[in-house]
């Protein structure tokens, strides 16, 4: 199965926007980083795979 490749639209430091393709997604900030990290793990115009995308809310 392909891994989605997902483009980083926004991020508030709360909340990502991300698409890929005609897909989009909106990502919560995880309560166990802060927005500062949130903000640099998600930053605008990256890219990110959704293996990468669930471990950031791994524990």
Known sequence: MKVK???VV???GKQADLQSGLDK???QK???ISAREFVHWLAPESH???DSLRSLFRL
């Open 10 to 12: 926004t991020n508030t």
């Open 30 to 32: 995880p309560t166990h």
């Open 5 to 7: 490749t997902w483009t």
């Open 25 to 27: 997604k909106e990502v």
């Open 48 to 50: 990110i795979d959704d």
